[in-house]
């Protein structure tokens, strides 16, 4: 199997959930650029696939979706980033103190032999990391945030004088692939569960059909999530599903033996039974 | 006789990074007797008439590695050498290339050593070759 | 993988109350200027060119250039550029190692650089101190990619640019011509 294909889908949130829509707010980008897929950095990506190996090496060509909001945490930051203080605090922590007092003494043995202590465990934090106001992208714990900033004004309707307006908008999810692509059995899509600690573990995957050549279009389906504040002052989660459209294009080449002075019939993988 | 198969493991942004291919591939058959297996000195034992079948993987699964050309080199006394191949436009699409080669049946006995190129990606700098690999042939 | 409806709360405080009626003030903002390292396609050519696309969020207030390797970003005195930066092949490294900025622009913009805590993902910083100049603030950047020995900076430099201005100046009344009434200007 050869190399697989990454999408890249990063949206600007707070404009694409500002204008319900996400066209002037998209843009993709994939790595077979040297492959030969144009419309890279743009919203209209032709993802180019050549399956002529398809024939020699079996093993279908792969797609994958990253989709990423512009602002959010980086990506390879770990899903404990998020933690609160106390939460990051009993991760570090081993078992859960007995809660009978007095039948159990005071230092215990935790499930693989070492002695705890339980009121002084050794392994909490010395002090507690401060979190940067600056730094609004190095949110310890959930930072509360600002109003979402739907009018073009640029005035929150809870602003504090001085402060900057700490949205928090989590990295968007793709809900469903579907259109041209599907229908014609060219492309099947699926969503899988991933050890990485982003987007919550979820991400689209594809294996691509190479039996049927020419362009074809498909639709993401992309859900927008954001914070804000309602008029009690709470902060409530809300989201906004868009699509997109984009393309792919398979095609193939002329496959040919790299050893000039071998012929090699390529339908058939067994070299054994030819002759030069 | 059976085809021997021989993988090329590359890392690919390693070799790119660095221009060349030492330390960042590692080849390897499937022939019992052969030597320097997972390194880039690798020696596959094969006869007169019988096909090998190269094939490139690269670690990482999102970046690319073609063959790009296996050279026999004409004597033995080349220096071993590894970097980016200035000549990059005689390989014609090696994207559409199937490396399966026959040894011919009056080939004397002896190690042949060949030039393995590599290409990752596109550019001026994204072909590199190495000439440490060889095979050796039984009488 | 949808989310429970407007249930979820995620306020700190446990009983809501009613906020005081909120007065609307300018708003500082944080914006976020994203770099898309093709990392594969930069060490192949040996050039940042067409390997280098840059994003930000800032496009409602006029930013410019999506996309591309070079951008205009809008911001205005008091506001904060953060740059992040992501390789475009999964396990590609890439690093952003330099924002680089000519020191007549000193005025402007206060750099910082750092990483988020206990995580090598390296950001860096601008505070805009001052309105922006008319031609904004040009840099450039600079990349360790994979092991490469060397940096590979940006091609073209990217921007800092202060909000375009929005309404058209009034038409000043020719000597012959009656006085244009207000309603009859082009208003943007």
Same mark, same amino acid.
């Given at each position: 199997m050869g190399q697989q294909l990454g999408i890249v889908v990063l949206i600007d949130i707070p404009a694409a959930v500002e204008s319900n829509s996400l066209a002037g707010n998209i843009w993709l980008v994939d790595n077979g650029g040297w492959d030969g897929s144009t419309g890279e950095g743009s919203?209209?990506?032709?993802?180019?696939?050549?399956?002529?190996?398809?024939?020699?090496?079996?093993?279908?060509?792969?797609?994958?979706?990253?989709?990423?909001?512009?602002?959010?945490?980086?990506?390879?930051?770990?899903?404990?980033?998020?933690?609160?203080?106390?939460?990051?605090?009993?991760?570090?922590?081993?078992?859960?103190?007995?809660?009978?007092?007095?039948?159990?003494?005071?230092?215990?043995?935790?499930?693989?032999?070492?002695?705890?202590?339980?009121?002084?465990?050794?392994?909490?934090?010395? $002090?507690?990391?401060?979190?940067?106001p600056q730094m609004l992208l190095s949110a310890q714990g959930f930072v509360d945030p600002g109003t979402a900033r739907f009018k073009r004004t640029g005035e929150s309707r809870v602003a504090q004088p001085g402060d900057q307006d700490l949205v928090y908008y989590p990295d968007p999810a793709i809900l469903r692939i579907h259109g041209e692509a599907l229908d014609a059995g060219v492309i099947y899509p699926a969503q899988y569960g991933s050890p990485e600690m982003f987007s919550r573990g979820l991400y689209w995957s594809a294996s691509v059909n190479p039996n049927l050549l020419g362009l074809y279009r498909y639709t993401i389906e992309i859900a927008l999530y954001y914070s804000r504040r309602d008029a009690d002052g709470r902060v409530v989660d809300d989201w906004v599903i868009l699509s997109h459209d984009a393309w792919i294009k398979i095609s193939t080449g002329a496959p040919r033996n790299g050893f000039p002075a071998v012929t090699l019939d390529l339908v058939s993988n067994d070299a054994g039974a030819q002759g030069a | 006789m059976q085809p021997i198969n021989i993988v090329v493991l590359v890392d690919?942004?390693?070799?790119?990074?660095?221009?060349?291919?030492?330390?960042?591939?590692?080849?390897?058959?499937?022939?019992?007797?052969?030597?320097?297996?997972?390194?880039?000195?690798?020696?596959?034992?094969?006869?007169?008439?019988?096909?090998?079948?190269?094939?490139?993987?690269?670690?990482?699964?999102?970046?690319?590695?073609?063959?790009?050309?296996?050279?026999?080199?004409?004597?033995?006394?080349?220096? $071993?050498?590894?970097?980016?191949?200035?000549?990059?436009? #005689?390989?014609?699409?090696?994207?559409? #290339?199937?490396?399966?080669?026959?040894?011919?049946?009056?080939?004397?006995?002896?190690?042949?050593?060949?030039?393995?190129?590599?290409?990752?990606?596109?550019?001026?700098?994204?072909?590199?070759?190495?000439?440490?690999?060889?095979?050796?042939?039984?009488? | 993988m949808a989310r429970a409806a407007r249930s979820a709360e995620t306020a700190a405080k446990p009983a809501p109350k009613p906020m005081p009626a909120p007065k609307p003030g300018s708003v500082r903002q944080a914006t976020n200027v994203m770099a898309l390292v093709d990392v594969v396609g930069a060490l192949g050519s040996g050039t940042l060119a067409r390997s280098l696309f840059l994003f930000d969020n800032n496009r409602g207030a006029g930013s410019t250039g999506h996309g591309t390797g070079s951008l205009s970003t809008v911001a205005q005195q008091d506001d904060v550029v953060v740059w992040t930066t992501m390789a475009l092949e999964c396990e590609a490294f890439a690093r952003l190692q330099l924002v680089e900025i000519d020191s007549a622009y000193a005025e402007y913009v206060a750099l910082d650089a750092g990483a988020f805590s206990e995580t090598p993902e390296v950001y860096w910083l601008a505070t805009i101190l001052k309105p922006l100049p008319v031609d904004g603030v040009p840099y450039?950047?600079?990349?360790?990619?994979?092991?490469?020995?060397?940096?590979?900076?940006?091609?073209? $430099?990217?921007?800092?640019?202060?909000?375009?201005?929005?309404?058209?100046?009034?038409?000043?009344?020719?000597?012959? $011509?009656?006085?244009?009434?207000?309603?009859q200007e082009d208003a943007k």
């Open positions: 919203p209209d990506l032709v993802c180019a696939i050549d399956v002529t190996d398809a024939q020699l090496d079996p093993g279908n060509a792969v797609l994958n979706w990253i989709p990423i909001g512009i602002g959010t945490i980086p990506i390879n930051i770990p899903q404990t980033f998020f933690l609160y203080d106390d939460d990051r605090r009993a991760l570090a922590q081993r078992p859960l103190p007995a809660l009978h007092q007095g039948i159990f003494p005071v230092r215990i043995r935790n499930l693989v032999g070492d002695e705890v202590n339980i009121k002084h465990p050794g392994h909490l934090l010395k $002090e507690a990391p401060r979190a940067d | 690919s942004i390693a070799a790119l990074s660095k221009g060349t291919l030492s330390d960042n591939v590692h080849l390897t058959d499937d022939h019992s007797l052969s030597q320097g297996k997972g390194t880039a000195m690798l020696r596959t034992v094969c006869c007169p008439g019988q096909w090998l079948r190269w094939k490139v993987l690269a670690v990482d699964v999102q970046s690319p590695a073609v063959i790009a050309g296996i050279d026999f080199l004409p004597w033995d006394d080349v220096p $071993e050498a590894s970097g980016v191949d200035p000549d990059i436009d #005689r390989y014609v699409m090696p994207r559409w #290339r199937a490396w399966t080669g026959l040894v011919p049946c009056d080939t004397p006995p002896g190690r042949y050593r060949y030039r393995l190129a590599l290409q990752m990606g596109s550019g001026g700098q994204s072909v590199i070759f190495i000439n440490s690999p060889s095979i050796d042939v039984l009488g | 450039r950047l600079s990349y360790r990619l994979g092991s490469a020995d060397v940096p590979y900076r940006a091609v073209v $430099e990217s921007r800092l640019v202060p909000p375009p201005v929005a309404v058209a100046p009034p038409i000043p009344a020719q000597p012959d $011509e009656p006085a244009l009434d207000p309603s």
